[in-house]
């Protein structure tokens, strides 16, 4: 099967389908998605190398007596190893041998077939297409801002960051009633956010003000700069972005107006699910392009294009 392979340089390479072992199941990828951390990866992060990819819907397709079989799935991230002791605590997001799909010691999603464990795995409904359900691990990556500093309608929360992930958790915050502002750098996507109820703003005019809670998804280590001055005494600022590099960060930023820093990273697939079943969130808006997989390269270089959503891949064979 062809993939897209990364071994300090991507390449599209010729694998052999991958073998599910106990307790995993081997999945038909249809879509899968390109991401931030996904192009972080090319400049270094994790050092990985492996078969690129962590967002993707597709259809299980093995072993034969998986009561999973024929199933459309979506699919958790990271794989635990059962048996540490962060797992035996419940905690196997943060598994002390964690492998992570597509980004650490895992063999991921851009490639007709993965491998995963069934454990992993969350159904996804027939009235959910693919251009929806393959958004379902940013959109709980989203959720989880709410379970990382609760939100109460009375919150006012800023988000610094109009990528995809950024107005997805735009979106989700509008939903939960609080007064919700994104802050970016492109015209075309905060106009994406203010028909769900957000105010937006250019970073460079967002107006005086702190938030009770700034939720930082920019990618950037400027973003976490805007986000900590924003952040009033007693606050929280909520740190999504992953990417290569160092933030030289003052103590006394943290110290002096007590306030919280919290790291966010994957959330809950159910409640993703839901939204989009629901109609509750509509992701078509962020779609820039769709490439086929034999194409993947060309996918990678539009997707790094100044203003660019999310570009997705079709990883089925012979399409």
């Known amino acids: 099967m062809l993939a897209l392979y990364f071994d300090g340089q991507p390449t599209i390479k010729e694998l052999p389908q991958p073998e599910p072992g106990p307790g995993e199941v081997l999945v038909s990828v249809h879509l ?34 998986s009561p999973w079989l024929g199933q459309r799935v979506a699919g958790e991230i990271t794989i635990g190893c059962g048996v540490c002791d962060l797992c035996r605590r419940g905690l196997a997001g943060h598994c002390r041998q964690r492998q992570v799909l597509g980004l650490k010691d895992h ?84 106009a994406l956010a203010r028909p769900r109820g957000v105010a937006t703003f250019l970073s460079a ?27 009033r005494p007693r606050g929280t600022v909520v740190m999504k972005s992953t990417y290569v590099g160092h933030y030289p960060l003052d103590p006394a930023v943290l110290v002096v107006p007590e306030v919280s820093l919290v790291g966010c990273r994957c959330g809950p697939f ?42 997705l891949l079709d990883c089925r064979e012979g399409d």
């Open 32 to 65: 899968a998605g390109i991401c931030r951390t996904d192009l972080e990866v090319l400049k270094g992060y994790h050092g990985f190398k492996g078969v690129m990819g962590h967002e993707f819907v597709g259809e299980v397709a093995a072993p034969e007596d």
């Open 107 to 190: 063999d991921g999603a851009f490639a007709p077939y993965l491998r995963l464990p069934a454990a992993n795995l969350h159904a996804v409904d027939p009235e959910v297409p693919d251009v929806f359900a393959v958004f379902t691990e940013p959109l709980a990556a989203a959720l989880r801002v709410l379970e990382a500093a609760p939100v109460s309608p009375s919150a006012r929360v800023l988000v610094v960051g109009d990528g995809s992930l950024g107005l997805q958790i735009s979106w989700v915050l509008a939903l939960s009633g609080a007064e919700v502002h994104l802050a970016g750098h492109h015209p075309e996507h905060l």
């Open 205 to 231: 005019d967002l107006p005086p003000g702190d938030y009770d809670i700034v939720v930082e998804a920019s990618g950037s280590p400027s973003g976490l700069e805007l986000a900590l001055t924003r952040v």
């Open 270 to 311: 159910a409640g993703a699910l839901r939204l989009l079943r629901d109609g509750r969130v509509d992701p078509r808006p962020l779609i820039n392009r769709i490439f086929p997989l034999a194409r993947g390269l060309e996918a990678l270089a539009w997707a790094q294009r100044p203003g660019v959503l999310k570009v």
